[in-house]
Structures are given as C-alpha cells and as structure tokens.
C-alpha cells in the first residue's frame, strides 16, 4: 500500500533562514511525487512535482524539492523564508503501478517568524 | 483563466439528511478528482474520472457517497445518507492529460460540511 510521512506536525523558521520541510514516501515501483501549499481561507496551490530526470526540481516561489530514491524521500526547501511562506504544506505521492492512485501526506505547518 | 469552481462553499445538515456538491472543472481539463478532507488530515482521494468515466472509486463509500460526470465537464458529489464522521470539506480538483497522474492538479476552493 502507498503512504506518505509528514514526520513534523509544526516546523518554526526564522525569516532569511533556510527552510526544510520532509516527507518519506513508501510506494510499489516508481514514484510521481509533488507539494502542494494551502494558505489560510484558500484551496491548495501546486507548488513543484518529481517525475523522471534530475533528482532536484525547483518550482514556484523559490522552492525547491530533491528526489532521493534511496532513501524514499523528497523533502522541500528554500534558501531563505519569507513571512509569506507560512502555511499549510502537504507532500503527495502516486505510484505508477497498477491500481495506485494519488495520496496526499497528513501536512506541515509552517510557520516563519518575523 | 478560470479556476475550479465548486459550491456551495458551506453546508450544514443533519445525519440521515441527503446531500450534493457541484464542481466545475477548468475549461479543457479532462481529469476530475473529488477529496474528502478531515480537519488536521490530508485530503483523501475519493473517485477519479477521466471524461466521463470513472477511473478509480477505491475509496468511495459507495453504500451512502456517488458521484458522476455526465458530459465530461461538471461533476457532482451526492452523499445519501450522512453521517457525523461524514463532517470534512470536500475537494474537487481538475488536470490535464490521461489517467497516469503526470499532471499538476488544481483544486477549487472546497465545500465545508458539517453533519450535525
């Protein structure tokens, strides 16, 4: 069965600190992989995706995300936070084999201090 | 470009009552999902359609939820009858392309149920 791990309920970062948020996934056979953000009082927002080639996506706001097959992971990151940052992240994952569909991991809260 | 659009955005009812939401999808998208979100939870997938086919319903309670698509653009949601643990906002998203997933989802703005 798929599953995804969001190990930290609450991550707490300073602004103009780097920033990590993580996710392990467990699936059968290759991985897409994505992170999604949901800002209060709006619907969740695309924000970078794994699916084949350079193990290090970049996507919207200065994000950035590295697949490591190895150790089934694909923790997002961004060399320095903002304010604005803060929000609710979510890590997704699809196995490509059949029968295995989207699953969505439980959520971080991220919350950068001014 | 218009986004996904869902309503109604809030629902109150009591358990046993029957229930519907609508979504329409972004213009040109053939895949449709609906999630259901518990507070605290991720959302979870509950029907995939690819046009007006279901793809994967897995995890739809078939015995009270139904969903359908019938011309491969608005879709719509039916829960008959509620439940308490029915209580979470219910998610339509919408992608491009087949069935495989390969595509970014966008989501619309979700409809909060709450069965009292």
């Known amino acids: 069965a798929q599953s995804v791990a969001q190990p930290e309920d609450q991550v707490n970062v300073a602004e103009g600190n780097p920033l990590t948020v993580k996710c392990t996934y467990s699936?059968?056979?290759?991985?897409?992989l994505f992170w999604y953000v949901q800002y209060p009082n709006r619907g969740l927002q695309f924000l970078l995706k794994?699916?084949?080639?350079?193990?290090l996506v970049k996507g919207s706001y200065g994000f950035e995300a590295e697949f490591n097959k190895s150790q089934t992971s694909f923790h997002l990151k961004k060399p320095s936070a903002l304010v604005s940052d803060s929000a609710l992240y979510f890590c997704?994952?699809?196995?490509?084999?059949?029968?295995?569909?989207?699953?969505f991991g439980p959520g971080t809260r991220l919350s950068v201090l001014p | 470009e218009a986004g996904v659009a869902q309503s109604p955005r809030y629902k109150i009812i009591e358990k046993r009552q029957s229930v519907a939401f609508w979504c329409n999808p972004i213009?040109?998208?053939?895949?449709l999902y609906w999630y259901q979100q518990i507070l605290g939870q991720g959302p979870k997938l509950l029907i995939q359609?690819?046009?007006?086919?279901?793809?994967?319903d897995s995890q739809l309670p078939k015995d009270r939820f139904s969903a359908e698509r019938l011309k491969g653009v608005d879709s719509t949601l039916k829960i008959q009858p509620a439940k308490l643990e029915d209580s979470a906002v219910y998610l339509c998203?919408?992608?491009?392309?087949?069935?495989?997933?390969?595509?970014?989802?966008?989501f619309g703005p979700g409809t909060r149920l709450t069965v009292t």
């Open positions: 998203a919408s992608s491009l392309g087949g069935t495989g997933g390969l595509y970014e989802q966008y």
């Open positions: 699936v059968s056979g290759n991985p897409y």
């Open positions: 794994y699916i084949t080639g350079d193990n």
């Open positions: 997704a994952v699809r196995g490509l084999n059949y029968g295995q569909n989207f699953v």
């Open positions: 213009s040109g998208h053939a895949t």
């Open positions: 359609f690819q046009n007006n086919g279901v793809v994967d």
